[in-house]
C-alpha cells in the first residue's frame, strides 16, 4: 500500500541525493578566489563529481544486491556528509576536488537503489508515481542546495555555508531512517555485469533511455553554470545571494513533476517526454528576453521540462529491465551524469563567442534530440512485458 509517509521518504531520497550536487555551482567566484584559480577551473568541482557518479553508477548493483535496501539508502545518504565537510576545509584546490570526487562515488548508491527499490516494488503508474515523488526531492534538493550555500556565503563565506549543507544531509538521512520501510535483501545472486551488458545491449528503448537521460542533464548544467554569469554581468550585476536565489525556480517541478507522472497514466511515456522536451524549449527561449521577470519565468518552465523529463525516462528503465535492474538503472545514471559533466565543460566555446544566447541554442538542440529518440525509440511494444516481482516491503522498520 503506498501512503503518504512512503511517498516522503523516496522525497527524502532524492532531496539527499541532490542537497551537495551542485551546491557550489553559484559561488564559483568565491571558490576561485580562494583558491586563486579562473572561474571556468572552479567549475570542475562540479565536473568532477558528475565524472566519479558516471565511473561509479554501473558497479552500484554488484556492490549492493545483497544488502537491505533502507540500510544501505540511509546509510549512503548520511555518509554524504562527510565530503561536504571535507570540501569545506580543504586546503588546496587539489583537495577539494578530492572531496567532490569522494561525493560522486557515494550519491549512484542512493539514487541507483532507491529507483531499484522503486522498481522491484511496484509497477508500472504506481512505480512512475513514486519516482516522480523521488525527482521531485532531487528538485527541492538541488534548490535548497544552491539556495543555502549561497544565502550563507553572503552572510559568513562558503566554507561556514558547506559545514551548514553537511548537517542538513545528516537530517535528511535520519527522516530517511525513520520514514523508509525495511526490505528483505536479494535471496538470489543477480545476473552477472557482463550478461546483463548482452541483454541491454539488445534492448534499443532502453539504450535510447541512456542517450536520453544525457540530453536531459547536459540541458539543465549548461542553464544553470551560465545562467549566474549572465546574470552577474552588466545591466543583471546579480550578487552571490541573488544568483541563490534563482533556484527557486525549481519549486515549481516539485509540484508539477508528480502531477505530470499521475496524468501521464492513461498515456505513452514518449508522450511525457515529449511533454517535457517542449517545456524545456520554451523556458530555453523565453531566457533571451531582456526583462529579468520574464528570464525567470523561463527558467521555471525549462526546469520542470528536465525534472518532468527525468521522471519519464528513469520510470521507463526500470520498467523496461526484468533482470539486471540495478545495472541498467546504474549505466542510466551514468550516461546521465556524462552529459551533465559534458554540460559544464562542452558550451565554453559557445559561451565564449556568443554568449547566453550560444548556450541556449545548445540546450534547445539537447531537449529536440532526447524529443525525437523517445517518440522513435520509446514504442509501446518496446517495453518489456515482464511485470515486476509483488511488493517485498516489510512492516518491521
Avoid at 116 to 143: H, K, N, P, V
Avoid at 346 to 361: E, I, N, T
Amino acid at each position: 500500500m503506498v501512503t503518504n509517509t512512503l511517498r516522503f521518504a523516496f522525497f527524502m531520497c532524492g532531496c539527499a541525493a541532490f542537497l551537495g550536487l551542485y551546491a557550489t555551482q553559484g559561488i564559483l567566484p568565491q571558490i576561485a578566489a580562494t583558491f586563486g584559480t579562473r572561474i571556468e577551473q572552479a567549475a570542475l568541482g562540479i565536473t568532477a563529481t558528475t565524472v566519479a557518479m558516471a565511473a561509479t553508477a554501473p558497479f552500484v548493483g554488484m556492490l549492493t544486491r545483497r544488502l537491505e535496501r533502507r540500510r544501505i539508502i540511509t546509510l549512503a545518504a548520511l555518509l554524504l556528509a562527510a565530503p561536504m565537510l571535507w570540501t569545506a576545509h580543504a586546503d588546496s584546490f587539489a583537495e577539494f576536488l578530492a572531496g567532490r570526487i569522494a561525493m560522486g562515488v557515494v550519491i549512484p548508491v542512493l539514487f541507483a537503489v532507491t529507483v531499484s527499490y522503486i522498481g522491484e516494488t511496484w509497477q508500472d503508474s504506481t512505480a512512475t508515481e513514486m519516482t516522480s515523488f523521488f525527482i521531485a526531492g532531487t528538485t527541492l534538493g538541488g534548490f535548497g542546495g544552491r539556495f543555502i550555500v549561497n544565502g550563507v556565503t553572503a552572510m559568513s563565506g562558503w566554507p561556514r555555508a558547506l559545514d551548514v549543507l553537511a548537517c542538513a544531509m545528516l537530517a535528511a538521512g535520519v527522516a530517511i531512517r525513520l520514514c523508509l520501510p525495511r526490505t528483505r535483501a536479494a535471496a538470489t545472486a543477480a545476473a552477472p555485469a557482463a550478461m546483463s551488458l548482452r541483454a541491454l545491449g539488445r534492448n534499443r528503448p532502453v539504450l535510447a533511455s541512456y542517450f536520453i537521460g544525457a540530453c536531459i542533464l547536459f540541458s539543465q548544467v549548461t542553464t544553470f553554470t551560465y545562467v549566474g554569469l549572465y546574470l552577474a554581468k552588466p545591466p543583471y550585476r546579480f550578487g552571490t545571494a541573488a544568483i541563490g536565489s534563482i533556484y527557486a525556480v525549481f519549486l515549481l517541478a516539485v509540484v508539477v513533476t508528480p502531477m505530470a507522472a499521475r496524468l501521464s497514466r492513461r498515456r505513452p511515456p514518449a508522450d511525457l517526454l515529449a511533454l517535457a522536451a517542449g517545456l524545456g524549449v520554451a523556458g530555453a527561449l523565453l531566457t533571451l528576453h531582456a526583462d529579468v521577470r520574464v528570464i525567470l519565468l523561463g527558467l521555471a518552465i525549462g526546469s520542470t521540462g528536465v525534472f518532468v523529463g527525468q521522471a519519464a525516462a528513469s520510470a521507463f528503465v526500470t520498467r523496461s529491465t526484468a533482470e539486471g535492474r540495478t545495472f541498467a538503472v546504474g549505466l542510466y545514471l551514468s550516461f546521465y551524469y556524462l552529459g551533465g559533466s559534458a554540460g559544464t565543460v562542452l558550451p565554453v566555446p559557445a559561451w565564449q563567442r556568443f554568449g547566453w544566447a550560444g548556450c541556449v541554442a545548445l540546450v534547445v538542440c539537447a531537449h529536440l534530440l532526447a524529443a525525437i529518440a523517445a517518440c522513435t525509440f520509446w514504442k509501446p511494444g518496446g517495453i518489456d512485458a515482464t511485470r515486476t516481482r509483488p511488493s517485498s516491503i516489510t512492516t518491521s522498520r
